[in-house]
T-cell receptor, first 112, second 114 residues
Framework: GAGVSQSPRYKVAKRGQDVALRCDPI?????LFWYQQALGQGPEFLTY????????KSGLPSDRFFAERPEGSVSTLKIQRTQQEDSAVYLC??????????FGPGTRLTVT | AQSVSQHNHHVILSEAASLELGCNYS??????LFWYVQYPGQHLQLLLK??????LVKGIKGFEAEFIKSKFSFNLRKPSVQWSDTAEYFC????????????FGKGTHLIIQP
């Protein structure tokens, strides 16, 4: 079936703008994860949902970052008042029960 | 907090050479271990995983990894690499139960020369 999809694939924002990044998980996957991958680094965990419940948001770097999954399917990661250090690839992954995580292609955010 | 260390950031090999990429993690409890690969222009894909049982796990495309609990290591191996193995390789860990997110290493950029 279809994999995890993310949109937009590329986003350029001026410093101070708000952005919203979307993730469509694999249908039926209960768990959804967001990661941030800076250039030359491995992905870093941001937050985790089980259905619509956000069970862990310990990795969100500041209160400018907010994620939601209101109906337990599609998720949106919102970054308010973007800063240059927010430039990174934002990855979404979904998982069915205790299985492996399946990753989307990512959204490359560039803040100018 | 757990962390993952990958020793080699850039590796260049010739085709048919043997490969071993090092991975060490820091966490004293039960862990689940993973190797992910990212081919140029593609998204992260799972190569192999260890949850429990036989510490030698086999993955796709001829890759294998050995979990050595006493050394906190999960090294990736392949006896004979191909040009198509050129990619970024990431080791990752979660605590047992798998409820939390993955902790990744910084990755190893592998280049295979034909």
């Amino acid at each position: 079936g279809a994999g995890v999809s993310q949109s937009p694939r590329y986003k350029v924002a001026k410093r101070g703008q708000d952005v919203a990044l979307r993730c469509d998980p694999i249908s039926g996957h209960v768990s959804l994860f967001w990661y941030q991958q800076a250039l030359g680094q491995g992905p870093e965990f941001l937050t985790y949902f089980q259905n619509e419940a956000q069970l862990d948001k310990s990795g969100l770097p500041s209160d400018r970052f907010f994620a939601e999954r209101p109906e337990g399917s599609v998720s949106t990661l919102k970054i308010q008042r973007t800063q240059q250090e927010d430039s990174a690839v934002y990855l979404c992954a979904s998982r069915h029960l205790g299985g492996e995580q399946y990753f989307g292609p990512g959204t490359r955010l560039t803040v100018t | 907090a757990q962390s993952v260390s990958q020793h080699n950031h850039h590796v260049i090999l010739s085709e048919a050479a043997s490969l071993e990429l090092g991975c060490n993690y820091s966490y004293g409890g039960t862990v689940n271990l993973f190797w992910y690969v990212q081919y140029p222009g593609q998204h992260l894909q799972l190569l192999l995983k260890y949850f429990s049982g036989d510490p030698l796990v086999k993955g796709i495309k001829g890759f294998e990894a050995e979990f050595i609990k006493s050394k906190f290591s999960f090294n990736l191996r392949k006896p004979s690499v191909q040009w198509s193995d050129t990619a970024e390789y990431f080791c990752a860990v979660t605590q047992g139960g798998g409820a939390d997110g993955l902790t990744f290493g910084k990755g190893t950029h592998l280049i295979i020369q034909p």
